[in-house]
C-alpha cells in the first residue's frame, strides 16, 4: 500500500530543489566572485582568474590566519571533550538521579545563549579592573592587574574557554546520559574483578562509547569553525592578529579594511574546500 | 550504586562538579545583577553583591527604538524561516524516514554537510547577490537565508523523530484505510509531536543566535537584535555597562524560554536510544 503512494515524491522533491538551489547558488557564486576583483567600493570588475588565490599564499596574515584558525579547532575540540568525559563521568559516579537532573539543566545553559551573549558576559568577566572573572587574581596580588583578551599569549585561550563553557558544560550531558544508556552488566563484572572506578570507566565504558563519542567529536569540529561571533565581539582578532581565525580575516578584508569583496571569497572558497574534503572524509570513516 | 571508594575521592569529585555547576550560571546571574545596578556599582574593583538596583538599565534598553527594531525583525526572521523549516523541512524528514530508497544516505548526508559550509563562504556571495536584485539588508534576504539554516537542522532532527513512531500504529492505520498523506498528519505528525518540537525549539535557537550572516546582510533596516546588542559596545571608550548588561540579558532570554522543551527532547533522544 505503501509503495504506490505519490507521497514521497511530493514530501522529498520540492525540499530538496529548495536546498539544492539555497546551497549552490551561494555555494558557486563564492567562486564566481573569487575569480574576479571586485571591491565594495566600486561597481565595476574584471575577470582576475587565479590571482587571488595566489596573492593568498604570499599573504603572511592570511597564513598567520590559516595557523590560528588550526590552533584554535584543536584546543576548543580537545579541551571540550575532556571537559564533557570528565564532567559526565563526575555526574555518572557521584550524582543521585535528582541531582543529575539539576545537574544537567544548570550545564545545558550556557550552550543556549547567543554566542553573542555568552562573548559579552565574558568579556566583561575578563575585564582587568572590574571582571569578575579576573576578582580572585586581583584578590590575591593585591591589584595587580591581568588582562587576558589583551595578551598575545592568553587571547586565544581565553576566548576558546568561553567555547568550552558553552559546549564542554553541554557534551557532559550527553556523556552521561551516553553512559546511562550502557548496559549495567559489564561494569558489575569489572567491579567483581576490584576494577577502580577510573578503571572501569577508561577500559570498560568508554571504549564501549567509542562511536557516540568520536561522532560528537565530529560534531565539535563543525561548530568550533562557527568561532566568529565570539572573536568578533571580545577580541576584534586582536591584540594585533593573535586571535585571527580565517573568517574573521575574510570579514575585515571584505568589510572593514579594504572592502577586497573578491579577495575575501578567495579565502572563503579554500575554506570551503577544506571543509568540505576533510569532514566528509571523516564522515565517511565514522559511518564506516 | 552503592559507593565502596574512599570518602575523599567522592568529596572532591561532589566538590569539582558543584563547581562547575557554579560556574555554568554565575557569570550569566552576574550579568543580570549588573543589569540592575548604577553604573558606579559596576566600576568597582572589589566586586559589590550588595547595592541599590535601579530599572534605568532595562527602561533605557525598551525605550530605544534601534532595540525595538532589532527585536521586532529577529522575531520575524526567526519565526517565518522557522515556519518555512517547518513546513518544508519535516514532511521531506518523513518520506526519508518511512519510504526508504537508495538515495536515503546520500540526501542525509547532503542535508548535514549544509552545516560544515563556512558562514563566511555562503554571506559573502550572497551579500553581492542581494545588492543586486535590490534586496539586501531587507528581511526577505534574511529570512530565505535563515530558511537554509532551518529547513536542514529541522530534517536532519525530525529523521529520527519519526523513525521512532511504532511502525505497527501506522501499518494499523493503512489497514484501517487511510491513505499515505492522511497517516503523515493524523498518525506521525502527532505521535512524534514531543521530539518534532524539540527539533523546532532548537532551530529557533539556532538562528536566533545566528550573527555572522544577519552582519554580513543587513545595514540599517534589517538588523537583528545580535547585531543591535554588539553596536551598543561600541559606542567608544565610556561604556554604559549597565545598559550592556541589561541587553545581554534581554537577548539571552528567549533562547533560555526553551531550555524545558530542548532537556526533554535530550532525554526523550536517548531515552530511544536505549530502547
Known sequence: MRRRSS?????????????LVLSMVPTLYAIVIA??????????????????????????RFLNA???????????????????IGLGVLMFEVAGPRLRNVYCLLFIIPVLLPRVSAAFVWKFAYHPLY?????????????LIFDPL??????????????????????????????????????????LDHAKRWQIHAYVTLPM?????????????????????????MTRGGPGVATETLDMYAFSQGFIESGKVSYASAMAVLMMIATVITFTMLWKRVQA | MKPYRMRPGRLIAKAILALAGFLAV???????????????????????????????NISYILGRDSVLTGLCNSVVA???????????????????????????????????????????????????????????????????????????????????????????????????GYGAYSVFWRIALPVAARSLIGAIAFSFVLVWNEFLIALMLSSSNAKTLPIVASELSQQGMNVPWGILNASVVLLSLPPLLFLGVLSGFLNSVFRQKKS
Do not use: H
Open chain 2, 26 to 56: 554565575f557569570p550569566l546571574v552576574w550579568t543580570a545583577l549588573n543589569a540592575l545596578k548604577n553604573n558606579v556599582d559596576i566600576i568597582t574593583r572589589v566586586p559589590r553583591l550588595v547595592f541599590s538596583p535601579t530599572l534605568a
Open chain 1, 131 to 143: 571582571g569578575i572573572a579576573t576578582y580572585p587574581y586581583r584578590l590575591i596580588t593585591g591589584g
Open chain 1, 150 to 191: 589583551s595578551k598575545p599569549s592568553t587571547a586565544l585561550f581565553a576566548v576558546a574557554s568561553v567555547d568550552v563553557w558553552q559546549w564542554g558544560l553541554f557534551f557532559a550531558v550527553i556523556v552521561l546520559k551516553l553512559l546511562e544508556t550502557l548496559p549495567p552488566q559489564p561494569i558489575e563484572a569489572a567491579r
Open chain 2, 78 to 176: 526567526c519565526g517565518s524561516a522557522v515556519l518555512i523549516g517547518v513546513a518544508l523541512g519535516l514532511p521531506a524528514a518523513y518520506a526519508v524516514a518511512r519510504y526508504p530508497n537508495r538515495f536515503a544516505g546520500d540526501i542525509q548526508f547532503f542535508v548535514l554537510s549544509l552545516r560544515f559550509l563556512p558562514p563566511v563562504a555562503v554571506a559573502i556571495p550572497l551579500m553581492v547577490i542581494w545588492l543586486q536584485v535590490g534586496l539586501y539588508d531587507t528581511l526577505p534576504a534574511l529570512i530565505v537565508t535563515y530558511s537554509l539554516l532551518t529547513i536542514s537542522v529541522i530534517m536532519w532532527l525530525a529523521i529520527p523523530a519519526f523513525q521512532g513512531v511504532p511502525k505497527e500504529i501506522e501499518e494499523a492505520a493503512f489497514v484501517d
Open chain 1, 66 to 84: 590559516v595557523w590560528v584558525s588550526v590552533k584554535w579547532e584543536i584546543v576548543t575540540v580537545v579541551a571540550t571533550m575532556a571537559v564533557a
Open chain 1, 209 to 233: 562509547l567509542k562511536a557516540p563519542l568520536i561522532s560528537l567529536m565530529f560534531v565539535k569540529m563543525i561548530e568550533s569553525l562557527r568561532s566568529f561571533d565570539l572573536i568578533y565581539v
Open chain 1, 7 to 19: 507521497l514521497p515524491v511530493t514530501f522529498l522533491v520540492p525540499t530538496l530543489v529548495i536546498l
Open chain 1, 35 to 60: 575569480l574576479q576583483n571586485r571591491e565594495l567600493s566600486t561597481t565595476g570588475y574584471s575577470w582576475v582568474w587565479c590571482a587571488n588565490f595566489a596573492d593568498l599564499f604570499f599573504d603572511r
